[in-house]
Nanobody
Framework: QVQLVESGGGLVQPGGSLRLSCAAS????????IGWFRQASGKEREGVSC????????YYADSVKGRFTISRDNAKNTVYLQMNNLKPEDTAVYSC??????????????????WGQGTQVTVSS
């Protein structure tokens, strides 16, 4: 079972940037699809971005396209989410999830498998 730990969250002003990391232990991420999800206070969790294990295919929610970039460094067993031009509506707890059953639109939307504990991102002036 892979264990995931997120880091990189914090307080940033609108228009700023953050890079989130999802570091894995207990298994190599080479064979896992990884997704980033977020949950704002009082709202349901939503899929933000995900990346496949095989060919590096990526998915982005419409709300973050052109601003967020997901990438993976298998040598470091880590997946990143670069977030640029952050907006107040990006404020949420961001969590990563990993699955070894394959990349799918369903996984990218709702996530399943192993989860990290989450990291808070707050965008405010």
């Amino acid at each position: 079972q892979v264990q995931l730990v997120e880091s990189g969250g914090g307080l940033v002003q609108p228009g700023g940037s953050l890079r989130l990391s999802c570091a894995a232990s207990g298994a190599t991420l080479d064979y896992y699809a990884i997704g980033w999800f977020r949950q704002a206070s009082g709202k349901e969790r939503e899929g933000v971005s995900c990346i496949s294990s095989s060919d590096g295919s990526t998915y982005y929610a419409d709300s973050v396209k052109g601003r967020f970039t997901i990438s993976r460094d298998n040598a470091k067993n880590t997946v990143y989410l670069q977030m640029n031009n952050l907006k107040p509506e990006d404020t949420a707890v961001y969590s990563c999830a990993a699955t070894d059953v394959g990349w799918s639109p369903y996984f990218c939307s709702v996530g399943f498998g192993s989860w990290g504990q989450g990291t808070q991102v707050t965008v405010s002036s």
